[in-house]
Structure formats: C-alpha cells, structure tokens
C-alpha cells in the first residue's frame, strides 16, 4: 500500500525549515528517502530502520516513529540545491519484502 | 553519476510494438530493480532481480518482462505496448538482497514514448 505523503508541495525561502511526512496504514520494518530533481534519477537520501532510529546527513535529518508508522525528513537552514521532488520509500514490516513502495513525492522549491 | 548506466536515453515507438530496455548495474552490484515512474502514478516498483534469480515482484503488467544475466546486467521487455506504458523507466541497483539496508542507486532512465 503506498505511503501518503504531506505535504504535496512547498514554497521556501533560503534558509528557512521545512517537514516533509510520510505515513503508512501498515506495520513498516524501514523507510527510505530519496530526492529527485527534475530531468534527473532519484538519489539516496537515508535510511531509517524501526526502532525509531534518527538520522542525520548533513542538514538533512529523518526520524521513524514505528508506532505511528510515520517518518518525517528535516530540512533545516535550505539551501537552493535542496530544491527538487522528495520521496519516502517503505518497505513491510519483516524486512524480507526486498521492495520499495514510494509515495507520490513532495515537491519542494526553496527560493533566494 | 551513480555507476548505473540504462539504454537507450529515449525510445519513441507505436502501439502493439516491443521494446527492450536495458540496464548495466554499479559494479559489484548484484541486486537490480525496476521502476515505472508516470507523472499520475509515481515512483512504482516493477520487479527485482538478485544475482540473476528473481525476487520480488511489485506492479507488473504480464505484458511485462524482465531477466538478468550472468554479467549481471538486466533488461527489460515490455511488448503489446499501449498509449498507457509511456513513461520514465528507470533502473536501481545495490549491493545486497534487501532494500532495508543497502541503498538503491538509479540510473538516468529511459524514457518510452508510445504513440
């Protein structure tokens, strides 16, 4: 079942914050997040595994919360290059499924 | 560049053809994936392969197929093609087995026209 992700679209301006959430109706075992910009192929963000594990890739950071079966993705201070359609990917609690559901994206435009 | 390398860039085809697409993983890759990417639909897993076997399988049509080789490269066959299969195809692989820990690297893609 695919994640639902909020919000669809958001307008920043340079370093401003943003949270991008991404629910699942079903027990989750981990979830990715990708970025793509347009004209481009997706690239990896991170990956969290339950546990309710944070991640952190620069000014980029993730939580889970596996009893909600919720990420959300932290972008703080954006930059320009932070722009671009952001999707999270679960995968069905187990870890064996070997693949990737990905919601429909959040774009994201970060302004000067 | 994430090492993944997809031919053709673009294909433009009529109804009822077949097509094959074709994906080179990173090296020392074995795993490869499938993905249909369409503006109403999104980001949709297809299909994996592990070192040549099959793995999982997502939203593919029966019309669809695909296999990996020995080299490990994969391709992709859709055939009876519809005005529907137009879309961004785009290849990831990784290391291992499973998605939870190992990362997916996508190739550019291969954008299928069908007119």
């Known amino acids: 079942q695919q994640p639902v992700q909020s919000p669809q679209a958001v307008i920043l301006r340079e370093g401003e914050d943003a949270v991008i959430n991404c629910s699942s109706s079903?027990?989750?075992?981990?979830v990715h997040w990708y970025r793509q910009k347009h004209g481009e192929a997706p690239v990896f963000l991170m990956i969290?595994?339950?546990?309710?594990e944070q991640k952190g890739h620069e000014k980029i950071s993730a939580s889970f919360n596996e009893k909600k079966q919720q990420s959300s993705l932290y972008l703080t201070a954006s930059q320009l290059s932070y722009s671009g359609t952001y999707f999270c990917g679960t995968e069905g609690s187990g870890g064996s499924n070997y693949k990737l559901t990905f919601g429909k994206g959040t774009l994201l435009t970060v302004n000067p | 560049d994430s090492g993944v390398t997809q031919t053709p860039k673009h294909l433009i085809t009529a109804t009822g053809q077949r097509v094959t697409l074709r994906c080179s993983p990173r090296s020392g890759d074995l795993s490869v994936y499938w993905y249909q990417q369409s503006l109403d639909q999104g980001l949709q897993f297809l299909i994996q392969y592990y070192n040549g076997e099959e793995r999982a399988k997502g939203n593919i049509l029966e019309r669809f197929s695909a296999q990996q080789f020995p080299d490990l490269h994969s391709e992709l066959n859709l055939s009876s093609l519809e005005l529907g299969d137009s879309a961004l195809y785009f290849c990831a692989s990784s290391v291992g087995t499973s998605g939870n820990t190992n990362e997916q690297f996508f190739g550019p893609g291969t954008r299928l026209t069908v007119l």
């Open positions: 079903k027990a989750l075992y981990s």
């Open positions: 969290l595994l339950k546990g309710g």
